[in-house]
């Protein structure tokens, strides 16, 4: 029994404190004067009252009634009800408030003087029953203000002495003696709560969605805040909220109406659920990490720092769903055509219950099978349980699961475990659920009915719970009148008398003395267990092959203890690989136990290694959830499984697994400690059981009992908790005892255990312990492989240091602490004695130091194993000229993030791991090994790649795949694409590791160039002489290197700009002394810091020079392109419009350029000095290739920039623009530069289909003139919106090239209002623009792509309209930064194009995510990070896609007519990428191998592309990191190459050749920035008469080799058309392929791009060898074998074949090439002779493809030649042609199109009997005498035959039945063979004849 009320209390306002405009409220009266003993009075109660604060109001208020809960010390809750009115104001000190009221208050026509204040009557209980205290306070108030005759006194008395039952669903009637009648109705059970309809309510206020995420942060321990206006809503939706949490408590701040002077609580770190008043809106919006509730506006704000866990699926789908059900019924029959009449949901009392029942569903599923991860510890004298967290989250499925993570982690969880933990106790509803109705419920998830019904079910009961009675009695309480709180002569509320109350109190209190409260006995029972665990998770893991692995598991097990050596070494592999499954690991300790319990636990050295690899294996692969189950059933045997080193010395299994880090977790220790100590308790009472005869008689009494053994510690626990009471003291106490000795006993052996697994064997290494992350962690042992090697090295670590023992004690002390803290932990939870804990204390130390003094024989002893044998080192074949920097160090190649060679999705041999060295060579990196896996078979494995590609060396620590333990690895990228993941043997000691990264380096880079492999072959390097720096130069250098370092410091200067100090300085000293020429005493070289070093002064000749100029790749081509002759300016040519002129021949004019230029005629060599001021690094604009058609020119140049120094050392975006014209010499002569080449460009036009070609003359064309009219408009068409994915509308310049306004003015422009601005730009840099409008009919290309700021004379629409029809003569494509200011001559006929090009930096990010995504590290543990994602975020796709794109468009301006200049960056990167695929799309001969090489020396290498900076080749780039430009513009053709693989004479495996070698330092060819440093450095030039001199290999010479002798480089589809020379590919992202080079790779032979160097003859007969063996059946494995090799195509087949036969008959072999041609001469021949037979045959013609070319393109197997593009060629024999060529091969194949082809044509055939007449082309061959029939004249399969020779006879029939109709009778034969009777029918009658007639002729003829 318990009192209804413990306190009243009459608060009011308080007008003594107020001051500074708050009020204050005050305790005017409280009954009971003194306090309870049970019940503290409640603090602070006048500030709950009015939460909102205490305040004047100008008018009477409605009297308001709500809930405050407190909490005190204790964590008791006090209910407190507050009933708050409002009375007048008499006293004086009203006036002095009046100014003060907040101005929120409605202020009405009052009489000025009247203030009302507000008063409290607070009723505080423990219990909850918020009627009845409404009802109770609503009569005190109801007879205070109705003056009714009844003494309040008298009620409040009542009031305390009414006491109430607990819990149990009695009914208590009573009276205040106010003339009312009450009745008290408690809970059928209290630990259920009471919501009536508060959680019906929550969910009506917040939505379902709202409420889940609200439950979700409760659960999960966040904060919540609700605010609404209404206090009693507030602690309705608290109260709701706690409510859900069912079976779990709330035990963090539960405050659901907090006042106004708490607020400061809301900042509080811990968890909270609080409710505030909506007036405090503003204040709580900035609280950042709690969730707000708006219960008014139905809202929730999640904070974005908040990460809400939600529960998992499909719980939470299947509990939206049930949720829906139950708040929306009429959802489910919304849609029926006759939906039931009322669908209302039940009535809110109900309603709430039946949301609750859903919760508890939830909770029953989250926590079902909870009771069997419960750890029973001590029973007595209180029960102690653990709670399992890990095995339960495992056995549920969700151990990945963060939302169930957390519950299990929070205290609500604590509390439910030791409130719900005790096996004998009450129980209630959630017990009954989660032990019987699991199953059901997951029945019921899949039928809504069922489940439905089941919900109806629990909601009764939770009804019942509330309202046990349902006819309750009648209650009566009077109520105050209406508007009686309005009344104007209302007293104050009188003073109560104290003295009369308590006297009252003690009479009523003193009745119930002498009458025994009834006490009601709680009801004990045993918990159902219920079942244990089943998986969440709906989805079934699949089983793979689980049984087939177990076996191997077992026979391999099996085999180690029989001692089959040789059968365990072929299964081991396989049984390791089965460990990664679950099932397996669980089967390897359970046979482990077998064969120990067989005493078979003594192993010898080979058994025990195996052995203790498996359980390594094991440990190693086990996901978190299962870790704890495998180490717990692998600890028993780790200290039974031993082998004898020596006489009395013996080594156990624990020694050899001790890396991992489950044995450094404690909580691993302590769930493990707890199971074994709950077997220890079951065992000791199973015993006392066993010993009292006379318990187990009564038991039998009783019914069927379980049967001991099977008794569960659950089980045992109830027994002895029920039997408890009944003990005498001295039993009771004997019980405690022996409990508390089990444990403490238990204790003792956990110590030791835990000694063993932590004091390392090698106590040198040991790293465990010390803080370090689990990665870091070495192999404490060297008996897994027992070595003696190993040993000694692991000595030699640490004895030089000298402080051995303080090593050893630092481990020991550190194991010591471990093990004490483990101890404290367990023993003070499971109630052992301070005497024991002390016990074990001061054993622990003990403990460790014997068991150190043990370990260091076990160490000596094991190092005096013989080695394992291991397999032999297999040294690399190498290179000519290369050698071996180090010997191989013995390593494991480990397996990446690419899945073939480990199997992977294709399956497949496991190639990897495997054991093999690691050779550093002068030129490459290169692991050679074999696999680990005996059944791979005796495979070598190569991997490689040059060490200057290296781009990344990283230290890891690997996790030994082979031996199971922790080692030292390497990883090294590299930038062909490869990956070495290697981890060292034990025999390989650090610091040897050490050496071989000094070495590597040393390698990687070289201090001279001559130290690189593309020189060091068999050469002694040169000594380069640095000259000496004149005086008179040092101070500008100094300054020069001082501002660059500066600008670095600043980061205002990227690292890719290194030479631009040292270029500018050499033109600034030339140009103070006047010189335009190179002398031979010249003394400018400034260089830059760490530059390689340079040699000024050229011992060369100017002629010699010359003459080896004209040789270069340069000049050849502009010969080849007719751009002029090598002249000086005075020798005038009218002819000529451009020269070649020799001023920069000694590269003084830009260092950077070729030696002979391109440029306008009419353009003297004197001033070209002043025109290269004006372009970065002098690189002045030249020609460098010219349209064959159209003769527009492709220009070149770097960026432009201003003058000064400031311009010399500008920022990557220089924002200064260039001075006026007038201003600056150089500026002028920009101009003057510029108005030559336009005066030398040729206009082409195309007027009325005539082609013609003028000059221009040297003025710019009036704008007005008519020979501007231009195809541009046409060209744009195609570019448009064919490549570039925009509206025509838009025209060329929006979208594609876009202008910025402040470029250019136009005036009078009018652009259309509704015109529409495609701001995203295809190619994100070219920036659109709202230039051009729509107004144009024809649109055509908008204002010649741009207008010109003049003020434009009078008619200027009419000038307008013809500009906009103008095509610039010149367009000059610069980036945008850079055009900024740019002024041109108004009369220059010229457009500047801004352009924003990928920056450097971008590339250089983009590869790494390239190289990443391509060769991971290792498999990616998300699953959704998939290659093509990870591809796509790579953005190199992009990057490709925009290159195409913008030399796609100058592709199209060039063949239209207008010239073009590239002026982008620096003109050394994406100048140069662009303008070489502009010439590969635009010219023919690029696409030649010649071709291609002459482009790449001519655009790549003599113009001055920053190779050995860019490949990062050299000391000084080191810190730059590779930026492969090159290989950007390689992926680009190789797209081209795929859409077009006819145009190209070289295949793709040319492309992966340069690709390779750019950057591997194999050729000297890619070395050096510019032909002026490879001319310093006396590489440019071969020296014909000195063979010595000659250094390097070329990879032109290399390539042309190579070609000479085999068909490696050259494409057999190569076939170009004459129609089209210029390419235009379709280059959306969508069409571009990923490029095979990038992912590979040929373990067998390591990179297939350098083992075809040796190019002896011994491997050109291997290889023809291995082409010949194809024959034989290969497997060809994927990542392992040379696909192309394996399966070559049959063209290189063929022509294999024939170089065989010739050698058989000893006839000199021929060239590939020769025999090639003389196939295709006789196939050309063929044609002609098929075409000349063919011209009569009319009938196939019209059946013949007309899609030649595609179809030519599509044939990957023919022949393909020049001729048959030709358009004049009759289809049908093209068609012929094409198939022939394929019979020229195939000789053994027929083709249908042949001369034995003697008649054709249609006829109906009938079938077999019953089958109908089908129409078939037939054919008579004389040759194979057969008459052979397809399904079309098409068809190249024949569909049968029937043979002449059976052919009886020939006759024609009448038609039969079914026959084709409206066919003349006469047009029927029938074919008689020796088989059967054929039925034709032919088209007429005619036709019949004919057939018959030629089939006659044809068997008489045989």
Avoid at 265 to 292: A, R
Avoid at 923 to 943: A, C, M, N, S, W
Avoid at 1373 to 1402: A, W, Y
């Amino acid at each position: 029994m318990s009192r209804l009320v413990d306190y009243l209390i009459v608060v009011g306002y308080d007008h003594e404190k107020t001051g500074s405009g708050e009020g204050y409220g005050k305790i005017i009266q409280r009954f009971p004067q003194k306090d309870w003993d049970d019940t503290p009075f409640p603090q602070g109660i006048e500030m709950f009252c009015q939460p909102g604060g205490w305040q004047l109001s100008r008018e009477r208020k409605q009297p308001t009634l709500f809930m405050v809960v407190l909490t005190d010390i204790d964590s008791d809750r006090h209910y407190c009800a507050c009933l708050t009115f409002f009375e007048a104001e008499i006293n004086l000190q009203g006036s002095k408030h009046e100014g003060e009221e907040e101005e929120d208050e409605e202020s009405g026509l009052i009489q000025p003087a009247q203030v009302f204040a507000p008063k409290s009557l607070v009723l505080v209980s423990r219990l909850h029953f918020p009627d009845i205290f409404r009802a109770c306070l609503g009569l005190i108030y109801t007879v205070y203000v109705d003056s009714l005759h009844f003494p309040l006194e008298g009620l409040i008395a009542n009031l305390f002495t009414c006491l109430v039952p607990v819990a149990g669903g009695s009914q208590k009637l009573f009276s205040l003696g106010a003339g009312d009648r009450q009745l008290i109705q408690t809970p059928l059970n209290g630990s259920l709560p009471v919501t009536h309809t508060s959680v019906a309510l929550l969910f009506q206020q917040l939505g379902i969605q709202n409420v889940l995420s609200l439950f979700c942060a409760v659960l999960t321990e966040h904060k919540v805040l609700f605010h609404s206006t209404s206090y009693q809503r507030l602690g309705d939706a608290c109260r709701a909220l706690e409510a859900l949490m069912f079976p779990l408590k709330y035990s963090y701040p539960y405050i659901p109406i907090l006042p106004t002077q708490l607020l400061e609580v809301l900042s509080t770190p811990t968890p909270f659920i609080i409710g505030v008043h909506s007036m405090f809106q503003s204040e709580i919006q900035e609280l950042l990490d709690v969730i707000i509730a708006d219960l008014d506006g139905g809202t929730i704000k999640i904070p974005e720092c908040i990460h809400l866990s939600h529960i998992p699926e499909p719980l939470l789908q299947q509990t939206q769903a049930a949720l829906s059900m139950v708040l929306h019924p009429d959802l489910e029959v919304a849609d029926h055509a006759f939906p039931p009449l009322r669908t209302a949901p039940s009535n809110a009392k109900l309603l709430d219950k039946e949301v609750r029942a859903v919760f508890l569903r939830l909770f029953a599923q989250l926590f079902q099978g909870y009771r069997s991860c419960l750890q029973l510890i001590r029973i007595h004298a209180e029960p102690v349980i653990h709670f399992h967290k890990t095995a339960f989250l495992g056995q549920c499925g969700l151990i990945e699961n963060d939302f169930l993570t957390k519950v299990l982690d929070g205290m609500a969880f604590a509390g439910f475990v030791s409130d719900r933990g005790p096996p004998y106790r009450a129980c209630d509803l959630f017990d009954e659920i989660v032990a019987f109705d699991i199953q059901r419920i997951k029945e019921e998830d899949e039928n809504s009915t069922k489940m439905l019904k089941h919900i109806r079910e629990l909601s009764e009961q939770l009804f019942k719970n509330e309202n046990p009675n349902p006819h309750m009695a009648f209650q009566k309480v009077p109520r105050p009148t209406e508007g009686s709180h309005m009344r104007v002569h209302v007293l104050p509320f009188p003073k109560i008398n104290e003295d009369k109350i308590q006297t009252l109190i003690q009479e009523g209190l003193a009745k119930y003395q002498n009458t025994a409260p009834p006490v009601r006995v709680e009801k004990k029972c045993v918990v159902p267990a219920g079942q244990p665990v089943v998986s969440i998770m709906a989805k079934t893991e699949s089983v793979f092959n689980s049984a087939r692995r177990l076996e191997v598991v077992r026979s391999c097990i099996s085999f180690i203890f029989d001692n089959k050596v040789l059968e365990t070494e072929k299964t081991l592999p396989a049984a390791l690989r089965a460990l990664k499954g679950k099932a397996a690991r669980q089967c390897l300790t359970q046979e482990l136990s077998l064969h120990v319990k067989q005493n078979r636990a003594i192993l010898d050295h080979q058994q025990f290694d195996y052995i203790v690899r498996m359980m390594n294996c094991a440990l190693q692969d086990c996901s978190s959830s299962e870790e704890y189950s495998v180490a717990t059933a692998l600890l028993p045997l780790t200290t039974a499984l031993y082998r004898k080193l020596a006489p009395g010395v013996n080594q156990f299994a624990y020694t050899c697994i001790q890396d991992h880090p489950i044995w450094t977790n404690q909580q691993f220790w302590e769930a493990t400690f707890y199971s074994d100590v709950q077997n220890q308790i079951r065992a000791l009472y199973l015993n006392a059981t066993e010993d009292r005869p006379e318990l187990s008689l009564k038991q039998k009494e009783r019914g069927p009992a379980v049967p001991d053994h099977e008794k569960t510690a659950m089980d045992l626990a109830a027994e002895q908790l029920r039997a408890w009471p009944c003990l005498s003291k001295e039993k009771q106490q004997e019980l405690v005892k022996n409990e508390e000795s089990t444990v403490f006993s238990q204790a003792i052996h956990y110590a030791s255990l835990m000694v063993y697994l932590l004091v390392p064997l090698d106590t040198s290494k040991n790293k465990l312990l010390r803080g370090c992350a689990a990665g870091d962690w070495e192999s404490g042992s060297n008996s897994i492989v027992t070595n003696s090697v190993a040993g000694s090295v692991a000595e030699s670590f640490d004895t030089e240091s000298g402080f051995e023992d303080s090593e050893n004690s630092d481990i020991a002390n550190s194991v010591v602490r471990f093990i004490t803290r483990f101890i404290d932990k367990v023993c003070t939870e499971s109630g052992v004695t301070q005497d024991h804990i002390k016990n074990l204390h001061s054993m622990i130390p003990g403990i460790v130091a014997m068991q150190m003094e043990t370990l260091e024989a076990v160490h000596r002893e094991s190092k005096r194993l013989p080695p394992i044998q291991k397999p032999k080192i297999l040294r690399p074949p190498l290179l000519p000229g290369e050698e071996f920097v180090s010997e191989g160090l013995r390593v494991v190649l480990d397996p990446d993030g690419r899945e073939e060679a480990t199997g992977g999705m294709l399956g497949g041999p496991h190639i990897l791991p495997a054991e093999g060295a690691l050779f550093l060579t002068t030129y490459r990196l290169i692991f050679k090994g074999t696999p680990h896996d005996p059944l791979v078979g005796e495979q070598t494995v190569i991997r490689s790649f040059p060490v200057a590609t290296l781009t990344k060396e990283k230290k890891i620590t690997i996790q030994n795949q082979l031996q199971q333990n922790m080692q030292e690895g390497l990883q090294l990228r590299s930038a062909t694409f490869q990956l070495i993941k290697v981890a060292f043997d034990e025999e390989v000691s650090s610091e040897m590791v050490e050496i071989f990264k000094k070495h590597m380096q040393k390698v990687r880079y070289p201090q001279s160039i001559f130290s690189m492999f593309a020189f060091a072959a068999g050469q002694v390097a040169p000594q380069i002489i640095l000259p000496k720096q004149k005086e008179k130069n040092t101070s500008f250098r100094t300054l020069s290197k001082t501002i660059v370092k500066g600008a670095k410091k600043a980061g205002k200067m990227t690292i890719g700009r290194q030479y631009t100090a040292k270029k500018k300085t050499g033109t600034l000293v030339d140009e103070k002394g006047n010189r335009t020429t190179w002398n031979e005493d010249d003394d400018v070289s400034v260089s830059d810091d760490g530059e390689l070093p340079t040699s000024s002064t050229l011992k060369v000749s100017e002629k010699s020079t010359m003459e080896q100029l004209v040789e270069r790749a340069c000049f050849r081509d502009y010969q080849r392109l007719g751009m002029g002759t090598i002249s000086g300016s005075s020798s005038r040519s009218k002819t000529e419009q451009f020269r070649i002129t020799t001023v920069n021949r000694m590269y003084s004019l830009c260092r950077s350029y070729p030696g002979l230029l391109v440029v306008p005629h009419s353009v003297q060599d004197s001033s070209l000095q002043k025109v290269a001021r004006s372009y970065r690094h002098n690189r002045l604009p030249v020609v460098c290739w010219k349209h064959s058609k159209t003769k527009a020119v492709l220009l070149r140049s770097g960026g432009f920039h201003g003058k000064g120094v400031t311009g010399l050392f500008k920022t990557p975006n220089p924002h200064t623009a260039a001075p006026a014209s007038s201003e600056s010499s150089s500026s002028l002569e920009q101009e003057k530069y510029l108005q030559a080449l336009l005066s030398a460009i040729p206009i082409y036009f195309r007027m009325n289909g005539n082609n013609t070609l003028t000059r221009r003359p040297t003025l710019a064309l009036s704008p007005g003139s008519e020979r501007r009219t231009s195809r541009m408009s046409s060209v744009m068409k195609q570019v448009v919106p064919v490549h570039l994915d925009l509206p025509f509308s838009n025209s060329f310049a929006r979208g594609v090239i876009g202008y910025r306004d402040k470029l250019f003015t136009h005036s009078n422009q009018k652009p259309a209002p509704k015109e529409r601005v495609h701001s995203q730009g295809v190619w994100a840099s070219l920036r659109s623009s709202s230039r051009f409008s729509h107004q144009l009919p024809t649109v055509d290309v908008g204002a010649r792509l741009a207008s010109k700021d003049t003020a434009q004379p009078v008619g200027s629409e009419i000038l307008q309209a013809q500009l906009l029809k103008q095509q610039a003569a010149l367009y000059i494509f610069g980036e945008k930064s850079h055009l900024k200011g740019f002024k041109f001559d108004l009369t220059m006929n010229c457009e500047l194009v801004p352009v924003e090009c990928v920056d450097i930096r971008q590339v250089k990010a983009s590869f790494k995510k390239l190289m990443r995504s391509c060769v991971p590290s290792s498999i990616p543990s998300d699953n959704e990070v998939t290659f093509l994602k990870s591809l796509e975020e790579s953005e190199w796709m992009q990057q490709l896609h925009k290159i195409m794109q913008l030399a796609l468009i100058l592709a199209e301006l060039l063949d239209s007519g207008s010239s073009v200049m590239v002026s982008l960056e620096d003109g050394w990167d994406i100048s140069t990428q662009v303008v070489s695929l502009v010439q590969l799309l635009s010219d023919p001969f690029y696409r030649t191998l010649e071709g291609f090489q002459m482009l790449i020396e001519k655009e790549w290498l003599s113009f001055g592309h920053k190779f050995s900076q860019r490949s990062n080749l050299t000391p000084s780039s080191q810190g730059s990191g590779l930026t492969p430009l090159f290989l950007q513009f390689l992926d680009c053709v190789h797209q081209i190459h795929n859409l077009y693989p006819m145009e190209f004479e070289f295949n793709q495996y040319y492309l992966k050749f340069l690709a390779y070698h750019y950057v591997s330092n194999r050729f000297k060819t890619f070395l050096l920035d510019s032909d002026y440093e490879r001319l310093e450095h006396g590489t440019l030039f071969e020296d014909k008469g000195d063979k010595q001199a000659k250094k390097g290999i070329c990879i032109w010479e290399c390539i042309n080799r190579m070609h000479k002798r085999s068909p490696l480089f050259f494409n057999y589809l190569y076939g170009p058309t004459e129609s089209e020379q210029v390419l235009k590919p379709c280059i959306n992202i969508s069409n571009l392929k990923k490029w095979d080079y990038y992912t590979g790779e040929t373990l067998s032979t390591g990179p297939s791009y350098d083992w075809k160097m040796g190019l002896t003859r011994a491997e050109s007969t291997e290889e023809s060898d291995c082409v010949v063996s194809t024959s034989k059946r290969t497997i060809v494995w994927p990542c392992y074998s040379s696909v192309s090799r394996a399966q070559p195509d049959a063209i290189t087949k063929l022509l294999a074949d024939i170089e065989r036969l010739e050698s058989e008959l000893n006839q000199s072999p021929e060239g590939w090439q020769v025999t090639l041609e003389k196939v295709k001469v006789s196939i050309k021949e063929d044609i002609k002779l098929e075409r000349s037979l063919h011209k009569q045959t009319s009938s196939a013609s019209g059946l013949i493809p007309t899609n030649l070319q595609n179809f030519q393109r599509r044939s990957m197997l023919h022949l393909p030649d020049s001729s048959l593009g030709e358009e004049n060629s009759p289809t049908a024999s093209e068609s012929n042609g094409v198939n022939r060529r394929a019979a020229t091969l195939y000789n053994q194949f027929t083709s249908k199109n042949e001369e034995s082809r003697s008649f054709e044509g249609i006829l109906f055939k009938r079938g077999a009997l019953l089958k109908g007449w089908k129409p078939r082309w037939f054919v008579l061959d004389i040759t194979k005498h057969q008459l052979r029939y397809y399904d079309t004249g098409e068809d190249t399969n024949c569909r049968g035959h029937i043979d002449l020779a059976e052919v009886e006879s020939v006759i024609p029939t009448a038609p039969t039945i079914g026959a084709p109709k409206h066919v003349n009778e006469k047009a029927f034969f029938d074919l008689k063979t020796t088989k059967r009777m054929y039925n034709f029918c032919a088209q007429d009658a005619q036709m019949a004849q004919q057939w018959v007639d030629k089939i006659q002729s044809c068997v008489s003829d045989a």
